[in-house]
């Protein structure tokens, strides 16, 4: 493969991964001028857009190209993709990873652009009835890695090092943990609903001009963000998410997570075997809300039951009626999500859902269902527990010792 020179090789090679084929049509199309306009002004990156979208006869077709110094490249329209196919995923994540080995590029990384259901999933696709399984989300990143190392040995090593979740609810530890288990280094994500267009395609902007230094990106990217505001001109302005983190998937990381979370769930649900601490922590989870926190509008959301996974741990370590070894392993839970949040913001004034408190949203949610009803309340079709977290940690017990 030719590699460009070095005085022209990129920081950064940032995929859109943009699905139209819905009601976001329009206002998620905002990215894609934001790509040009980022473009134009920081020459280190080098954009790679996949963009289904309806046609001006009503039909649906997907544009792939690249832009790069503000110029458009490698223009290309078919029929309308499936985007909720892993396959489809695969493949431009492998085609990414080509450009990104062309460019010289030091990190690669996508932006998934579209409806967003925490552990659920996203990608939704109205033409093909299709979600993206969020496990799938993380498979196909690996695929497409994998095309990419088989093409092309002599880069065999080039992964994707960050996710961006233009989509709502996606701050969640499943879907960390899936990313982490794909060799993906960071996720930015908004454990909350986001308001279209969502993150501002600067980001990559952010992440060109720190990418030797994690901590200084994360503080960018997530200032970016909730800098941002839309609908400008005479009416009122918003911002596009109510909180927003950047998380480090580090394995080291995720394992201590990952391990924690599971030796305080095995005690949690031994403890429930008496009904006044049953109770306790029953009455200590809710005292946390959920996210989706409008809740007279949407009283059968599932998301309800994600909750800020450092709050709850935090809250449960704090109450005195309950055993010090289960106070101590809520603490250690706490400690362990903590320490994977890179950065953190929330907004003071979010928007429609005026009225309510983020600041406990600093981090990954976690699924602490109440009720029986809340505990996968749309599976098969969209299934928050069928992921590799909720059965490493034994969320299921602790599910069952609550709700």
């Known amino acids: 493969m030719q590699i460009i020179s070095q005085a022209h090789q990129r920081a950064l090679e940032f995929g859109i991964y943009r699905d139209g084929d819905n009601n976001l049509d329009d206002s998620q199309s905002n990215v894609l001028t934001q790509a040009f306009a980022t473009s134009r002004t920081d020459s280190s990156i080098a954009f790679d857009v996949e963009n289904t979208t309806h046609a001006s006869n009503g039909h649906l077709e997907t544009h792939t190209y690249s832009v790069s110094d503000g110029t458009q490249r ?23 990873l080509d450009h990104a080995e062309q460019n010289g590029a030091k990190q ?56 961006v979740a233009n989509q709502c609810l996606m701050a969640s530890m499943g879907f960390a943990d899936e990313l982490s288990r794909a060799g993906v280094k960071y996720l930015a994500a908004s454990p909350e609903t986001m308001v279209s267009p969502g993150v501002p395609s600067s980001v990559a902007h ?35 998410a109510a909180a927003f983190d950047v998380l480090d998937l580090a394995p080291s990381g995720l394992q201590r997570a990952e391990s924690a979370i599971k030796r305080f769930n095995d005690d949690a649900a031994r403890a429930a075997h008496d009904g ?82 983020y600041r406990d949203a600093a981090g990954p949610t976690i699924h602490a269902p109440i009720s029986r009803g809340q ?11 069928h992921n590799a977290f909720y059965a490493a940690t034994d969320e299921a017990a602790f599910a069952g010792a609550i709700a």
Request: charged share 25%.
């Open 206 to 240: 952010d992440i060109a001009s720190h990418i030797d230094d994690p901590q200084a990106m994360a503080r960018a990217v997530t200032g970016d963000v909730m800098r941002t505001h839309y609908g400008a001109g005479g009416g009122d302005t918003f911002g596009p």
């Open 108 to 163: 690669t990384w996508i932006d998934l652009v579209d409806h967003g259901a925490g552990d659920g999933g996203g990608l939704e696709a109205d033409a093909y009835h299709g979600v993206m399984p969020m496990p799938q989300i993380a498979a196909a990143i690996a695929q497409g890695e994998a095309m990419h190392a088989r093409e092309h040995p002599e880069d065999a090593d080039r992964r994707i090092d960050g996710v």
């Open 276 to 357: 006044g601490m049953r109770a306790r922590l029953r009455r200590d989870v809710a005292s946390v809300p959920g996210m989706v926190r409008f809740h007279d509008a949407t009283p059968d959301m599932p998301w309800h039951a994600d909750r800020p996974a450092i709050a709850m741990y935090r809250t449960i370590a704090s109450d005195a009626a309950l055993a010090e070894p289960l106070r101590r392993d809520a603490r250690a839970a706490a400690d362990a999500v903590g320490s994977l949040v890179l950065a953190h913001k929330e907004s003071a004034h979010f928007g429609p859902f005026d009225g309510s408190s």
């Open 74 to 96: 490698g223009f290309a329209s078919r029929a309308g993709a499936n985007m909720s196919s892993p396959d489809t995923l695969a493949a431009f994540v492998a085609r990414t």
């Open 375 to 385: 505990i996968d309340p749309w599976a098969p079709n969209i299934s928050e527990t």
